[in-house]
């Protein structure tokens, strides 16, 4: 097992067996499922919008030479500086450098997973720059030091009290209980980082491709504060976001909110199609954007599992997802936790490193149905096991899974595992639960059911 | 009708009384029953954890010899989606291919061909009990059934149905994942037990074994009362 595996089933078995976290996680769940049922109830029909969201973003994967090529050249076309990154690594030189070159101090963000994906953060702080999370729950896990806990409820695994202590130990503000009081501490402190900041960071929802615009939604309007107070901007991009056409986010923007957060459509959503023009008022005197492969076009290259790259990053895989429900955001220590991030972990960072997440799945479908633009995450999640073991079995499987089949293959051999069983079962009780016992796994927690006097095929023989 | 049973190899195992009472009922029915001795796999537990090459193996005699059938029908929703959806995935490319996707056509879960293929629901079965269904994800999630087995409680004499909050939410067991990551697969139990237990139900009913194997095998031992009974048995019951 890999240190990373390791990892996982050790922070798993801590977490599963709390049941605060579980309690807490389920019940922010329930206010979600309520809300967006809600939603989901003034779509006429939710199963053909999912199929049209589903085709726009196939045709968009599908042809993502020809609309990179347009969105780059529409947005170089209104002064736009349009950078390529192939690796993590590249992009956080481009965006190192663009900060260098501005000598910037300060930098405020807002939400971007991309950015999270390329440990943006740490990177700027090790270069000198002070940076600033300005997404609420950003904000929060920013002071923790910690990672997101969900892709869009960053800090959704913490109650008031611990935002209260946070603020207090790390602002020096006075404890309160009031959610509106503690909203107000972020924003009266960040509004100041707004004003100093030199440069603002943020990530994409949608990339249009025939206007050459990068979509940005946000519920507290930190995406527009960052992207038009600061003189430099830059948009960090996985170049899976784009979209071919601008009506597409008639559809597309309600569904995110809908299935996301259960909204009917997000507060803020703002378009950036370049720097300030001569003839307007405010906005960015740069706007650069970064165009990120870092693995994607390693995951497109995978006909079978392509599908995986129309995510629009919703969450909603994560919310309905049981395994995600009980293990929570950090357990799976990817930067996207959750069913999608089970299925792209292995193609954007190795696939035997970080096999254990698509086996740690009971394959119930829930996130397949639930997704917005239809990616058959649980299948890839069979087809990610499948390579794995293609790449490279694991030696004592391997062995039980072919004395698997040369016992099923042999129905005198399944019939003598019957007399085995039923001798197995009177001495089981000595050592049900213990190391010695073969079936430990399952029998730490759970009672195995009985074989019965007589079973299906004996009654089947006897009959005839 | 010629029905030919498919007994996956824990409901003979464990639960032979599930396939008894298919029997019974479909026999009740008129119809011919047959059931393969030699078969007792689908080969899902090696599909499931990635080794596909020991799954055809079991699986390609299952595919040959049901393919023989007029018409299949399974006890489990698990087994009944390998069979009927991932036959055709695990032959793409293979000889068997055309006869993955003609077994598939003529594979039925038993409460779907019931309702569905047979539109029969009203069986004269007796049960006088408030239970609560839970559904099997492959079942719902793979083979779409999600009415069948309600339809066919209505017409169960003196049985009340309540349904859970969640009885679509996963029980936790998932085939090998249970053993793999047992820590998680007990959490999710707990969980759902929690929710059959809030309808104060009797029994919980299932129309897959497996789900009511981690259900009663977590409920026993952690002494909470809940009983578990397949579908096809509390059918049986006149």
């Known amino acids: 097992m890999t240190t990373v595996a390791k990892q996982f089933k050790a922070d798993a078995r801590r977490i599963t067996r709390d049941l605060r976290h579980r309690g807490l996680i389920l019940t922010a769940l329930k206010k979600y499922e309520a809300a967006r049922d809600a939603r989901l109830a003034k779509f006429p029909d939710w199963q053909s919008a999912r199929q049209t969201a589903a085709e726009i973003k196939w045709d968009a994967i599908n042809h993502l030479d020809k609309y990179l090529l347009e969105f780059a050249a529409k947005l170089e076309a209104r002064g736009t500086k349009v950078h390529w990154a192939s690796t993590a690594q590249q992009a956080r030189e481009i965006i190192l450098g663009i900060c260098r070159d501005r000598k910037a101090r300060l930098v405020i963000k807002s939400k971007s997973m991309a950015t999270e994906e390329i440990h943006l953060n740490d990177a700027l702080e090790k270069a000198g720059f002070e940076v600033v999370e300005s997404d609420l729950g950003e904000f929060i896990v920013q002071l923790r030091r910690e990672t997101p806990y969900h892709i869009v409820f960053p800090a959704m695994h913490l109650v008031r009290g611990e935002i209260s202590d946070l603020f207090h130990h790390k602002l020096g ?17 960040l509004r100041h980082k707004y004003i100093q900041a030199d440069v603002g960071i943020t990530g994409c929802n949608f990339a249009v491709a025939d206007t050459g615009m990068v979509a940005i939604t946000t519920n507290e309007g930190n995406g527009r504060l960052t992207g038009s107070l600061p003189k430099t901007m830059i948009t960090l991009v996985g170049i899976e976001k784009i979209i071919p056409r601008l009506e597409d986010l008639a559809l597309l923007q309600p569904m995110l909110a809908t299935i996301g957060a259960g909204q009917l459509i997000t507060c803020y959503n703002a378009l950036y199609s370049g720097p300030r023009q001569p003839d307007e008022p405010d906005g960015p005197e740069e706007f650069h954007v970064v165009l990120m492969d870092n693995g994607r076009t390693r995951l497109m290259a995978d006909a079978e599992q392509r599908d995986a790259l129309h995510c629009i990053r919703c969450g909603s895989c994560l919310n309905v997802c049981p395994i995600y429900r009980n293990i929570g ?14 299925v792209i972990t292995p193609h954007l960072r190795g696939l035997l490193e970080w096999k254990h997440l698509s086996f740690a799945s009971s394959l119930c479908g829930a996130c397949t149905a639930s997704c917005p633009v239809k990616i058959c995450l649980h299948h890839h999640l069979l087809q990610n096991r499948r390579n794995a073991v293609r790449a490279k079995p694991v030696w004592w499987e391997k062995i039980a899974f072919d004395l698997f089949a040369f016992i099923f293959n042999r129905p005198w051999l399944y019939k003598l595992t019957k007399p085995l069983g039923r001798l197995g079962q009177v001495f089981h009780p000595l050592i049900k639960g213990t190391p010695l016992d073969p079936a430990r796994a399952w029998t730490q927690s759970r009672d195995l059911p009985r074989i019965p006097r007589q079973t299906f095929k004996e009654y089947w023989r006897s009959r005839r | 009708m010629n029905v030919t049973l498919f007994i996956p190899c824990f409901v003979d195992m464990f639960y032979p009384r599930v396939g008894i009472s298919m029997v019974q009922i479909l ?55 390998m069979i009927k959806v991932f036959y055709k995935e695990l032959f793409a490319g293979t000889p068997d291919e055309k006869m993955a996707h003609e077994l598939s056509a003529k594979t039925w879960e038993f409460s779907d061909f019931l309702v569905n293929k047979l539109g029969v629901t009203d069986l004269g079965a007796k049960f006088p009990a408030r239970v609560t269904f ?6 719902l999630r793979e083979l779409g059934i999600k009415k069948a087995p309600r339809d066919l409680l209505a017409k169960v004499q003196g049985l009340e149905l309540v349904e859970m909050p969640g009885p679509e939410v996963c029980c936790g067991f998932g085939g090998t994942f249970s053993a793999k990551f047992p820590m998680i697969s007990t959490a999710m139990g ?41 579908l096809a048995e509390l059918l049986a019951h006149t």
């Open chain 2, 134 to 139: 839970h559904d099997g994800c492959h079942g």
């Open chain 1, 329 to 342: 955001g950090h357990t799976y220590g990817t930067t996207y936790p959750g069913p999608v991030g089970s």
């Open chain 1, 173 to 189: 503000t006075p404890p309160t209980d009031n959610p509106e009081e503690l909203t107000m501490i972020a924003r009266r402190w």
């Open chain 2, 27 to 81: 026999e009740r029915l008129g119809h011919t029953v047959d059931c393969p001795e030699e078969l007792a796999c689908c080969g899902q537990p090696a599909f499931n954890s990635g080794y596909w090459d020991q799954a055809r193996e079991v699986a390609v005699h299952c595919l040959r010899r049901l393919n023989r059938a007029e018409v299949v029908v399974i006890a489990s929703g698990s087994c009944g989606a």
């Open chain 2, 190 to 230: 707990e969980h759902k037990c929690g929710l059959i237990l809030e309808t104060g139900a009797e029994y919980v009913v299932s129309n897959d074994s497996s789900c009511l194997m981690h259900i009663q095998g977590l409920a026993t031992r952690q002494h909470k009362p809940i009983k578990s009974i397949h």
